[in-house]
């Protein structure tokens, strides 16, 4: 809108020469002489005054200068307002300090700027106003440093536990064997746990810096301000004080302010007062506006006056710290496993210590020189101890190992992976339950403007009346109708440099830019002289539920209403029309059918149908009610928007997956139909499907009962309003359905905060829209959705695999030394080396195996959905023929290895724990994939698998033959090194014949669940 000066400003002549002499440099060479000459005319009397009054004080004006001089540079000189007084004017609300100032308008002289033109955008304009008044960025706690991990990590009981153990070993083995030979025991428990404690802090800690990445770039949204006439997006970092922001429905106030113009502004202050009704914002009343809130309707412009931690939400947020411990549901499910797998590994633990413990004291044990070791007083208390120390390690070991701590570090190290690189694939994750949950999705329900097409509209179509004409051959009467209806109804905005050459630049939404550009371009439209003749007395924006927005003009005495939106809803309000030669016609019943037929004639084209209505006088005494019937229609337009290219693709992949995709849309049910089509949502199958397609109001007026029996057959819903999209997903969930849904605009909040995964539009979505959803699709683009969806499915796949891998691992380390103790009185693997099982299990297994890129087999299977099993009977399966496996052949190394090798115990219990590591590299390849049998497919493409299997079987090269002492095991020769690899190699083959033995699809627990019930 124009700028007016206000009262306050027309009250002291310094503020009015002030406001005359800011020549914007944006002024065309014309412009500027007419300017200037009105400058010397008006302003020779204003300076004339004020001599008057201040010539008397001595001093002020030198004798030597006969002259006068006048700066009219805009932005030179000190700021009149410090920045104390402007944070307090918004804080507190200072009224009585704002009409001191001059009002907003004098506030905006105060801080050398301008409501219509903005600030200078030069580098040195805008860094002198953040060396005056600061940066729009605030303080945050400090992020957790690794030493605050690697203390997280030792407050786990079991290392607690262990590292107790270690201690006294250690002691127990110095005052047995002195300290060259006593520290091997002790010593190496420590290494090993330190070794664990590291990489655990190391992994949490790059998942803490990754999630505080990812915090800052959520964080910095984009702001509509003006600088040197222009309309331009900035970063809300990039706001300084003084800057005009443009505000519409959705956005954040990026900073404090003072309202300075706009309509119907409503701000929702609940983030700041926990108050849920909107407050309205006004000249005439409430005019301040606070960082952090949200505009809840309506449009208007502030002046910023305080940013960064000057503001009252830049405090408050500085004492925020971001929640990095959110726990994913499959997080919590798989504490809910590990909890059970820990008190097996209890049970089993307590178990093996009991025999060993009475096997020990019975005499029952030996020596390696063939001795008892216990012979009751005889024995010192020394080696008492140090054997139960021993004992209690070795439970507690396998407790550490029964206990699947890698399952939580695998989902972390899944989220943190997949989430970076989603971030690639134009997707930012907000809330980490969504990419897990979008792998469950069943159903998808789409926008379709921007979201299915490309949002590059343009008008394509004009109707004037009854006919299809060019708009130069419009009559002067509607012609200006026009210009009015649209220059004065828009939140858009029209830019122009100054020569002659240069474009015109449209700012708004796509359907604004496309009308303001059809208007200017066609229409030969200038909107600076339009806003300059006319006033406006009342605006009714843009309404999701009513579809139209509406404005009260004036102009030289005359009121107008103009109205424009959906086509149909334009025409039901309209009694008469203009024909292209401008004559007044009444609207018959034939020219209604008529009409219909233009406008599903165009919508079958897949065009926006929008329509332009007015009336030349306002019934309503009341000024700030629009009349809303007996209008005039000026004509109708249809918007192009074309579909994205691989739009249909992405389609055809999500219902390939068994995903079912439904577009939910404002427009007409003829182009809701016609680009359902076109992207492949509607096939020719659907065509004797009555349900396929409906609108909005006929879905809202079924009863709940019918909504449920037809809602899964419904595939596109038009006219709908938010609260349509709302009720959608709420009997899509009661169904059982996990439902994915996309929405842009503040009123689709409600049903993105509904649905299990909410995607909100990175480009054309609120502020509103983004932060009631899961995760924001940076380029809009449906085809991002479908790769989110596989990559929801890969998260899922990898925690899978790996839990297979584990429970595998977990399985035969159990029995196997429960059956040793039980049977021997000893276990064969030592504390040392099951940690060193329990790192390549739980933290290099995790890394390998959640770090698989998706592939498009992913979206071969059917989609989980809400009640799947999490450990499914292919895992079953699997797992169980490799732990069967491995049990077999160790128990035969336990109890004949010695015979059959030829060996002393301690190289059978080296060939056992190396065979038990390879089984675990080998059974490794087969759990990249749960049902191909070839488990060497796409590996040349994940280096980071190869690199840790190649870095595992090194270290463990290096345990077996240089670290003796260590890892208490003895040197290999080749023949043995050969057996080991061809045990753990026969895996291989086995996982191959496994995968040809066919599973039910219904889990067995199922059945189980069945036979208790009958």
């Given amino acids: 809108m124009a700028t007016q000066v206000s009262d306050h400003a027309k009250k002291g002549n310094s503020v009015g020469v002030k406001f005359l002499l800011e020549l914007p440099k944006t002024l065309s060479t014309s412009s500027k002489k007419w300017h200037q000459a009105f400058i010397k005319i008006y302003s020779s009397r204003t300076i004339l005054n004020c001599a008057k009054h201040t010539i008397r004080k001595p001093g002020l004006f030198p004798r030597s200068i006969s002259y006068t001089a006048i700066d009219l540079d805009h932005h030179q000189g000190d700021f009149t307002i410090d920045q104390e007084t402007l944070n307090n004017l918004v804080k507190n609300k200072n009224q009585e300090k704002l009409e001191s100032l001059g009002g907003p308008n004098g506030l905006v002289s105060a801080l050398k700027t301008n409501t219509r033109l903005g600030i200078n955008e030069e580098a040195d304009e805008i860094q002198l106003r953040r060396s005056t008044f600061g940066f729009n960025t605030y303080t945050r706690p400090p992020s957790k440093s690794l030493l605050h991990f690697v203390v997280e990590a030792f407050n786990d009981v079991t290392i607690l536990i262990l590292l107790g153990c270690a201690t006294l070993s250690l002691g127990f083995g110095i005052k047995e064997h002195g300290l060259k030979e006593g520290w091997y025991d002790g010593g190496s428990i420590y290494v090993a746990v330190f070794l664990v404690v590291a990489v655990s802090a190391v992994s949490n800690f790059r998942q803490n810096r990754q999630f505080d990445k990812l915090s800052k770039v959520s964080s910095n949204i984009k702001i509509d301000v003006v600088r040197n006439g222009r309309r331009q997006e900035v970063s809300i970092f990039d706001i300084v004080v003084g800057d005009i922001v443009c505000l519409n429905i959705g956005d954040q106030v990026p900073a404090d302010g003072v309202f300075v113009e706009g309509h119907s502004l409503h701000v929702d202050e609940s983030s700041m007062t926990g108050e849920s009704d909107h407050v309205e914002v006004n000249l005439n009343g409430n005019i301040f506006l606070f960082s952090g809130t949200k505009i809840a309707d309506g449009f208007g412009k502030m002046v910023v006056t305080s940013v960064g931690m000057n503001t009252a939400w830049g405090q408050m947020m500085s004492h925020i710290s971001r929640d990095t411990n959110e726990q994913t549901p499959l997080q919590t499910r798989l504490n809910k496993l590990t909890s059970s797998i820990g008190k097996?590994?209890?049970?089993?633990?307590?178990?093996?210590?009991?025999?060993?413990?009475?096997?020990?004291?019975?005499?029952?044990?030996?020596?390696?020189?063939?001795?008892?070791?216990?012979?009751?007083?005889?024995?010192?208390?020394?080696?008492?101890?140090?054997?139960?120390?021993?004992?209690?390690?070795?439970?507690?070991?396998?407790?550490?190992?029964?206990?699947?701590?890698?399952?939580?570090?695998?989902?972390?190290?899944?989220?943190?992976?997949?989430?970076?690189?989603?971030?690639?694939?134009?997707?930012?994750?907000?809330?980490?339950?969504?990419?897990?949950?979008?792998?469950?999705?069943?159903?998808?329900?789409?926008?379709?403007?921007?979201?299915?097409?490309?949002?590059?509209?343009?008008?394509?179509?004009?109707?004037?009346?009854?006919?299809?004409?060019?708009?130069?051959?419009?009559?002067?009467?509607?012609?200006?109708?026009?210009?009015?209806?649209?220059?004065?109804n828009t939140t858009g905005s029209v830019f122009k440099g100054d020569s002659k050459s240069s474009e015109f630049e449209f700012s708004g939404s796509p359907t604004e830019k496309a009308i303001l550009s059809w208007a200017v371009e066609e229409l030969k439209m200038d909107m600076e002289e339009v806003m300059r003749e006319h006033d406006v007395l009342h605006v009714e924006a843009f309404n999701s539920e009513k579809k139209r927005s509406g404005v009260l003009i004036k102009k030289?005495?005359?009121?107008?209403?103009?109205?424009?939106?959906?086509?149909?809803?334009?025409?039901?309000?309209?009694?008469?029309?203009?024909?292209?030669?401008?004559?007044?016609?009444?609207?018959?019943?034939?020219?209604?059918?008529?009409?219909?037929?233009?406008?599903?004639?165009?919508?079958?084209?897949?065009?926006?149908?929008?329509?332009?209505?007015?009336?030349?006088?306002?019934?309503?005494?009341?000024?700030?009610?629009?009349?809303?019937?007996?209008?005039?229609?000026?004509?109708?337009?249809?918007?192009?928007?074309?579909?994205?290219?691989?739009?249909?693709?992405?389609?055809?992949?999500?219902?390939?997956?068994?995903?079912?995709?439904?577009?939910?849309?404002?427009?007409?049910?003829?182009?809701?139909?016609?680009?359902?089509?076109?992207?492949?949502?509607?096939t020719p199958e659907d065509e004797t499907n009555e349900d396929a397609v409906l609108e909005g109001e006929a879905f809202r007026n079924y009863t709940q009962q019918q909504r449920l029996e037809k809602v899964e057959r419904i595939k596109v819903m038009a006219r709908s309003s938010p609260f349509d999209k709302l009720l959608m997903v709420k009997c899509l969930k009661e169904l059982g359905h996990v439902v994915a849904v996309t929405g842009d605009g503040t009123n689709d909040a409600p049903a993105l905060k509904e649905a299990d995964i909410g995607l909100s539009m990175g480009i054309q979505g609120t502020e509103v829209a983004k932060e009631s959803s899961d995760i924001v699709i940076l380029d809009d683009n449906f085809a991002s959705v479908a790769t989110v969806l596989k990559w929801g499915r890969c998260v899922y796949n990898n925690i899978q695999k790996f839990i297979q891998f584990q429970l595998t691992v977990n399985v035969a380390a159990l029995v196997i030394n429960f059956v040793a103790a039980v049977s021997a009185g000893e276990v064969p693997l030592t504390a040392v080396q099951l940690l060193w099982v329990n790192l390549i299990m739980d933290t290099l297994g995790a890394l390998a195996l959640a770090t698989e890129k998706p592939s498009n087999d992913l979206m071969k299977n059917k989609p989980v959905g809400r009640t799947g099993p999490l450990i499914t009977n292919v895992m079953w399966r699997n797992l169980l023929a490799q732990a069967v496996y491995q049990i077999a052949v160790l128990l035969v190394f336990q109890f004949r290895g010695r015979e059959v090798f030829d060996v002393t115990e301690r190289v059978k219990n080296t060939l056992i724990f190396n065979t038990f590591v390879l089984c675990q590299v080998f059974n490794e390849f087969n759990a990249r994939s749960l049902e191909k049998k070839n488990v060497f497919e796409g590996l040349h493409k994940n280096r980071l698998f190869v690199g840790i299997i190649v870095v595992t079987v090194a270290l463990q090269v290096v345990m077996v033959e240089f670290l003796k002492r260590f890892a208490d095991t003895e040197r290999l020769n080749w023949g043995q090194w050969g057996v080991c690899l061809a045990i753990g190699a026969a895996s291989w083959p086995i996982g191959w014949l496994v995968k040809c033995v066919p599973v039910p699809e219904k889990h067995f627990f199922n059945y189980l669940k069945w036979k208790k019930r009958s």
């Avoid at 009336?615 to 337009?637: C, H, M, Q, Y």
């Fill in 344 to 488: 097996v590994g209890l049970l089993v633990a307590f178990l093996v210590l009991l025999v060993l413990l009475v096997r020990y004291f019975t005499g029952s044990t030996k020596d390696e020189s063939g001795n008892r070791e216990y012979n009751g007083k005889k024995t010192k208390s020394d080696e008492i101890v140090n054997a139960v120390v021993e004992m209690v390690a070795a439970a507690v070991t396998i407790i550490v190992v029964a206990i699947p701590e890698g399952l939580p570090l695998a989902v972390t190290l899944t989220l943190a992976y997949s989430m970076k690189r989603m971030m690639k694939d134009q997707a930012m994750v907000r809330k980490l339950s969504a990419c897990e949950t979008m792998g469950s999705a069943t159903t998808i329900c789409t926008d379709k403007t921007g979201t299915l097409t490309l949002n590059q509209m343009k008008v394509t179509e004009f109707w004037s009346g009854l006919e299809s004409r060019n708009a130069s051959s419009l009559s002067r009467t509607v012609l200006e109708l026009f210009h009015q209806g649209v220059a004065m």
């Fill in 556 to 682: 030289r005495g005359e009121i107008t209403v103009h109205w424009k939106g959906a086509a149909e809803k334009i025409l039901a309000m309209c009694s008469t029309f203009y024909d292209g030669y401008g004559v007044a016609k009444e609207i018959q019943e034939d020219d209604k059918v008529m009409f219909e037929k233009i406008i599903q004639s165009m919508a079958a084209k897949s065009l926006r149908c929008i329509a332009f209505a007015y009336s030349e006088r306002n019934d309503n005494n009341e000024t700030n009610k629009l009349k809303e019937e007996n209008l005039t229609l000026l004509g109708i337009i249809g918007i192009k928007d074309p579909c994205r290219p691989g739009v249909k693709k992405a389609v055809e992949d999500c219902k390939l997956a068994g995903v079912s995709i439904k577009m939910i849309t404002g427009d007409n049910i003829f182009t809701a139909r016609a680009i359902a089509v076109e992207c492949g949502i509607l």
